[in-house]
């Protein structure tokens, strides 16, 4: 039973990945992505949506390296095109 479980769970996930991407795909706007200047003036009209799919576009990981102080001072920003 917990096999059969782990398993749809697995094919859910699949299809949510896949779902996710389609909408990712749908909301491109690329005029925003080449102009900084205008996607930072435009940032707070934007929904939460829109807001997490451009930030999806650029960046690819967000590391934070274990020590002291604030995360900020530990975080390393990895964006899309590298």
Do not use: F
């Amino acid at each position: 039973m917990v096999r059969l479980l782990v398993s749809l769970l697995g094919d859910v996930e699949a299809r949510i990945e896949t779902l996710q991407q389609q909408i990712d795909a749908m909301d491109q706007d690329p005029t925003v992505i080449d102009d900084p200047a205008g996607l930072v003036a435009s940032w707070n009209e934007r929904s939460l949506s829109q807001r997490r799919s451009l930030l999806r576009r650029l960046i690819r990981r967000i590391d934070i390296a274990p020590g002291p102080g604030p995360a900020s001072e530990r975080m390393t920003i990895t964006p899309v095109d590298t």
